[in-house]
């Protein structure tokens, strides 16, 4: 089997879609440069190895309450001692690294994220800082952040009016 087999080039291309924005000559131009600069990466092989500019990791997932602001993120394969939570300014970072579990000489692909990594979430500064609340349990983190009670006050429910 070819190894280029395995690696989804072509994702979402061939598809043409009319965007709003199509109008305003900057963001096509825009859009235009990161088209090319994806084709000459994908000219180098050098996509799946970290270089895809739509990698985001971890993944995340963030839910909101009247009480409470929660985000979960995958970290599979990562320990405490290898993350870091900070909320600053009302901007949740989560960072840390994964390292690389096997020699370079023995992979022959790899669609694995390596590295360092650092992702940053706005949550308001309406937060109770020294009630937050992390964990990692099985690759995933959790974070509970309550919020104040001046934000929980905000909170007016609109009732809705049927015809």
Known sequence: ???????????????TVRRSD???PFLTLHREMN??????VRGFDLAPFGF???LAWPNVEVSETDKEVKITADLPGLE???VEVKLANGVLAVKGEKKIETEDKERMFS???YGRFERRIPVG?????????ASLKNGVLAVTMPKSAAAQAKVKRIPINGN
Do not use: Q, S
């Open 1 to 15: 089997m070819n190894m280029r087999d395995l690696i989804p080039w072509n994702r979402g291309r061939g598809v």
């Open 22 to 24: 199509d109008a305003n």
């Open 35 to 40: 088209r090319v600069f994806d084709d000459v």
């Open 52 to 54: 895809d500019r739509t």
């Open 80 to 82: 405490e001692k290898d």
């Open 111 to 113: 669609e694995r994220f």
């Open 125 to 133: 500064t309406e937060i109770e800082e020294d009630k937050v609340e």
